[in-house]
């Protein structure tokens, strides 16, 4: 007779172990370590790190919020940082950022008026495919979220502008 072996546990299946991090969780944490990474291979001292900081009105990078963390991320790439992508790491990374990225093009279109038919429209018209999990490009996804934006501004424009005339 033979006997199975139990499946190993994992961390978070000990009780009491902390749940695993989300997808948000996880890109934080590598816009995270790619500002810590630029800022040690552009030799930056804590002065200039601090005064690029303060142009975010923060005095440390835990205090930003992903976009803030996307932008200064940008900001040191057009300071003149170049990462070194590792093969092993950057396939967990992109997925994770795709994931958030979604969520957030998700949340965001979730306040327009008639989202469920308007996303899909907006998906294949920026993005070129009929499904927002059909995405693989940052970029795309950014771009979506851009003119998601522009679009609630508008509306909201136009509520405000309604609301004025109603007096």
Not at 119 to 148: D, F, M, N, Q
Not at 153 to 160: P, V
Request: glycine content about 8%; charged content about 30%.
């Amino acid at each position: 007779m033979t006997t199975k072996a139990a499946a190993p546990r994992l961390v978070h299946d000990r009780p009491g172990a902390p749940p695993p991090p989300s997808p948000e969780q996880r890109q934080r944490q590598g816009l995270l370590a790619m500002i810590h990474i630029a800022k040690k291979e552009m030799g930056l001292n804590p002065g200039e790190y601090e005064a690029i900081l303060s142009g975010f009105k923060v005095k440390s990078s835990r205090e930003l919020s992903i976009v803030q963390l996307e932008r200064l991320v940008k900001y040191m790439k057009h300071l003149g940082w170049k990462p070194k992508r590792g093969s092993s790491w950057k396939s967990d990374d992109d997925r994770d950022r795709l994931a958030a990225l979604r969520a957030r093009v998700l949340a965001e279109a979730k306040s327009l008026r008639g989202w469920e038919t308007r996303l899909p429209g907006l998906t294949r018209a920026i993005c070129g495919v009929a499904a927002l999990s059909w995405v693989h490009s940052a970029a795309k996804l950014e771009r979506l979220l851009a003119v998601i934006a522009g679009i609630k501004a508008t509306e909201t424009a136009k509520e405000e502008d309604h609301g004025q005339k109603d007096r």
